[in-house]
């Protein structure tokens, strides 16, 4: 992963730590010739119109608010300019986050997008479009969610399908492994690749002859996703002490997984067809993002399109 550019996402709503921001600092160290693009949104419904101000007073009252939310910026990029980092800024009004940051991926092509992510409770799940959620689907290019950017990138984890059954393309692997060890080699990180598999429960299981004898097709879905994952990480040369099968769901498995090896960065991909498909389907990348204690990276397959554009 050749990173050369950063767009960085700056939360308005915080004077404190922007954790997206001190990872890019961070990732600079290790890309020193990459450059970084602050980005910033922000909206006031009390400026977007209404009987109490006249055209003309809203507009002066956005310009304000605008400069002054680049003000904040130029003060963010001090710092990292003092650094030899070239820095430049945007800042734009409007409503909808994720589309504002869309629209400046679109422009201006970074190679890498970090926005700072929080939980998200259960309501908002069920029935809330999230800007997290929105990038996940839409993004062309990858996106570093970051949850806290206070420890050291020491150690990442590659999720990997090697059957497929999660119905991404067999590329995306390869390409979720070749980012992985890049990114582990210019950390100078450990690699870890992981694959979740989980047969069907035994209550769940119809066929009078699979019933008889559960054990023995639990064993051999272990079998089929064992060899297919072995073939998959040797091919890669990737060392058999750096894989691991886990068996359960990987919004059950993984984040248990993460909390015990202490894995920093977790890399997975994500495919979004349609718009249909985004409000039908719980995508595992947005399951995990709530339940894993570490940073996400979500990478597309090469040729993703977003298939929100029109």
């Known amino acids: 992963m050749n990173i050369q550019h950063m767009l960085v996402v700056i939360d308005p709503t915080t004077e404190g730590a922007q954790p997206s921001l001190e990872r890019a600092r961070q990732l600079a160290t290790h890309f020193p010739h990459a450059r970084i693009t602050l980005?910033?949104?922000?909206?006031?419904?009390?400026?977007?119109?209404?009987?109490?101000?006249?055209?003309?007073?809203?507009?002066?009252?956005?310009?304000?608010?605008?400069?002054?939310?680049?003000?904040?910026?130029?003060?963010?990029?001090?710092?990292?300019?003092?650094?030899?980092?070239?820095?430049?800024?945007?800042?734009?009004?409007?409503?909808?986050?994720?589309?504002?940051?869309?629209?400046?991926?679109?422009?201006?092509?970074?190679?890498?997008?970090?926005?700072?992510?929080?939980?998200?409770?259960?309501?908002?799940?069920?029935?809330?479009?999230?800007?997290?959620?929105?990038?996940?689907?839409?993004?062309?290019?990858?996106?570093?969610?970051?949850?806290?950017?206070?420890?050291?990138?020491?150690?990442?984890?590659?999720?990997?399908?090697?059957?497929?059954?999660?119905?991404?393309?067999?590329?995306?692997?390869?390409?979720?492994?070749?980012?992985?060890?890049?990114?582990?080699?210019?950390?100078?990180?450990?690699?870890?690749?992981?694959?979740?598999?989980?047969?069907?429960?035994?209550?769940?299981?119809?066929?009078?002859?699979?019933?008889?004898?559960?054990?023995?097709?639990?064993?051999?879905v272990r079998q089929r996703h064992a060899e297919a994952f072995d073939s998959l990480t040797a091919s890669n040369a990737i060392a058999e002490t750096d894989r691991h099968l886990l068996q359960g769901y990987p919004e059950e498995a993984i984040p248990g997984y993460v909390a015990q090896r202490r894995i920093n960065l977790l890399i997975m991909g994500a495919i979004s067809r349609s718009r249909l498909d985004s409000a039908l389907i719980g995508h595992t990348a947005e399951r995990l993002l709530d339940e894993c204690p570490c940073d996400v990276l979500v990478i597309k397959p090469d040729g993703f399109v977003d298939p929100s554009k029109p």
């Open 39 to 220: 980005f910033i949104c922000d909206y006031n419904s009390a400026l977007d119109g209404g009987i109490y101000l006249q055209d003309a007073a809203l507009q002066k009252a956005r310009e304000s608010l605008i400069e002054y939310r680049r003000q904040s910026l130029e003060k963010l990029a001090g710092p990292l300019r003092d650094r030899g980092i070239a820095v430049s800024l945007e800042v734009v009004w409007g409503k909808r986050l994720a589309k504002h940051i869309l629209s400046a991926v679109s422009t201006l092509r970074p190679d890498l997008v970090l926005k700072t992510t929080h939980h998200h409770n259960l309501l908002k799940r069920l029935l809330l479009s999230n800007s997290d959620w929105d990038l996940i689907r839409h993004c062309e290019v990858p996106v570093w969610l970051v949850k806290k950017a206070d420890d050291a990138l020491a150690r990442l984890g590659v999720s990997v399908d090697p059957l497929h059954e999660a119905d991404k393309p067999a590329a995306l692997d390869q390409k979720l492994i070749t980012c992985g060890q890049s990114l582990a080699s210019h950390l100078t990180a450990e690699l870890d690749v992981l694959h979740c598999y989980n047969p069907l429960p035994r209550t769940l299981v119809f066929d009078a002859s699979v019933i008889n004898d559960y054990d023995g097709y639990a064993k051999d």
